[in-house]
């Protein structure tokens, strides 16, 4: 079984200022993992992915992401947000070696960007 | 190239009554998973479809089923409706082959049960 902690559910930050998300999970098996935001009344969009390789991953809207094994962590960070980045974000895993396509989210961390 | 869509996009139902969402991937795409998304329980994974096959089932009683049909539309159905079944159903697409897990969602089916 997997689950996923992410620790702040609420996150309050000016804008140009740094934000991170913390993300724990706990699992028996190896696992990919990824982040995804979702805006107000929308659905999920993938922010940035783990699968292998590089421990830090990067996105192409200025986010980026480094897996700890050793803490099983994979935190998110940007340097400096704008308002835009106004959104729910949620920190999910999935089974490296299961078939298809499960994922398994933590709790979500909102952001909430200010002037 | 279309996104993932879904149908309808609001839905108010009584309790006691069955629903049927309907969810079209994105062209090409062979996997169609479906999660639950409330303000208490957080976003759960209800199950998978591949080749109109269930590959995964989450943890959800018998009342939430599924089906996928030959040319990879899914639809969904909850009887029996209960309050706590008041959600947004969000169902999420997998091209075969790509990218392991790159799953695209669609905007969800907002349910109501009043």
């Known amino acids: 079984a997997q689950s996923v902690t992410q620790l702040d559910s609420q996150v309050p930050v000016f804008e140009e200022a740094p934000v991170e998300l913390r993300c724990n999970y706990s699992?028996?098996?190896?696992?990919?993992l990824f982040w995804y935001v979702q805006y107000p009344n929308q659905g999920l969009q993938l922010l940035l992915k783990?699968?292998?390789?590089?421990?830090l991953v990067e996105s192409i809207n200025g986010f980026e992401a480094e897996f700890n094994k050793s803490q099983t962590s994979f935190h998110l960070r940007k340097p400096s947000v704008h308002i835009s980045d106004t959104a729910e974000y949620f920190c999910?895993?999935?089974?490296?070696?299961?078939?298809?396509?499960?994922?398994?989210f933590g709790g979500g961390t909102r952001v909430l960007v200010k002037p | 190239k279309a996104g993932v869509t879904q149908t309808p996009r609001y839905l108010i139902k009584t309790r006691g009554q069955q629903v049927t969402l309907s969810c079209s991937p994105i062209?090409?795409?062979?996997?169609v998973s479906w999660y639950q998304q409330t303000p208490g329980q957080g976003l759960q994974f209800l199950f998978e479809?591949?080749?109109?096959?269930?590959?995964n089932k989450g943890n959800f009683p018998g009342r939430f089923s599924g089906r996928q049909f030959s040319n990879s539309r899914s639809e969904m159905n909850v009887s029996t409706l209960e309050l706590g079944d008041s959600a947004l159903y969000l169902c999420?697409?997998?091209?075969?082959?790509?990218?392991?897990?790159?799953?695209?969602f669609g905007p969800g089916t907002r349910l109501t049960v009043t």
């Open positions: 999420a697409s997998t091209q075969s082959g790509s990218s392991p897990y790159e799953q695209y």
């Open positions: 699992s028996s098996v190896s696992v990919y």
């Open positions: 783990y699968l292998s390789g590089s421990t």
């Open positions: 999910a895993v999935s089974d490296r070696d299961a078939a298809g396509n499960k994922l398994t």
């Open positions: 062209s090409g795409h062979r996997s």
């Open positions: 479809y591949f080749s109109e096959t269930q590959r």
